[in-house]
């Protein structure tokens, strides 16, 4: 009886990577500029990250315009307010978790981090949002506080169901 064993061709490694580096190749080459264009028509939302645009989440190519912000993710969350009183902080009430003083564009959330830019288009349009302080462990990651001057301002805020952008710069 003969016993036949078959292995994999020595070379399939070689020709795998060098399909890989075909379409890579082809991508740079001017290709991969028209193929991000016309994601970008379809969705009208490229995500970038580090001045990367990635299509479809995986793959990632140079963008034009690394400084602008550019939507990334869209998260729905509840949106309250609070203003810098002692009883809705903690002893320090003017000083954020990060260690900034608080002022007009100043949010709180637990999922973020600290530097993060957001924008509540239903709310307030293209006004940008940073993220500098946390809340209470028992509001969670979809909630979002927003700093304001006078407490009676956060109490006439009230609370808000909204979907926030989280913009990378």
Request: glycine content about 6%; overall charge negative.
């Amino acid at each position: 009886m003969n016993i036949y064993i078959e292995t994999e061709d020595p070379h399939l490694r070689v020709k795998k990577i060098l399909v890989i580096l075909i379409i890579a190749g082809i991508l740079a080459s001017g290709l991969g500029l028209e193929i991000i264009k016309m994601q970008q028509e379809k969705t009208d939302e490229p995500t970038s990250v580090l001045g990367l645009t990635t299509i479809q989440g995986n793959s990632l190519f140079a963008v034009s315009n690394p400084e602008a912000p550019v939507k990334i993710k869209k998260v729905k969350v509840v949106v309250t307010a609070y203003s810098s009183t002692i009883w809705q902080t903690d002893d320090t009430p003017f000083i954020t978790a990060s260690g900034k003083t608080v002022e007009q564009g100043i949010v709180a959330n637990n999922l973020l981090a600290f530097g993060t830019l957001i924008r509540m288009p239903e709310l307030y349009g293209d006004e940008i949002f940073v993220v500098e302080d946390r809340m209470n462990q028992r509001k969670g990651y979809y909630h979002v506080d927003i700093w304001f001057p006078e407490y009676e301002q956060a109490k006439s805020f009230g609370a808000k169901s909204t979907y926030i952008e989280i913009l990378e710069s």
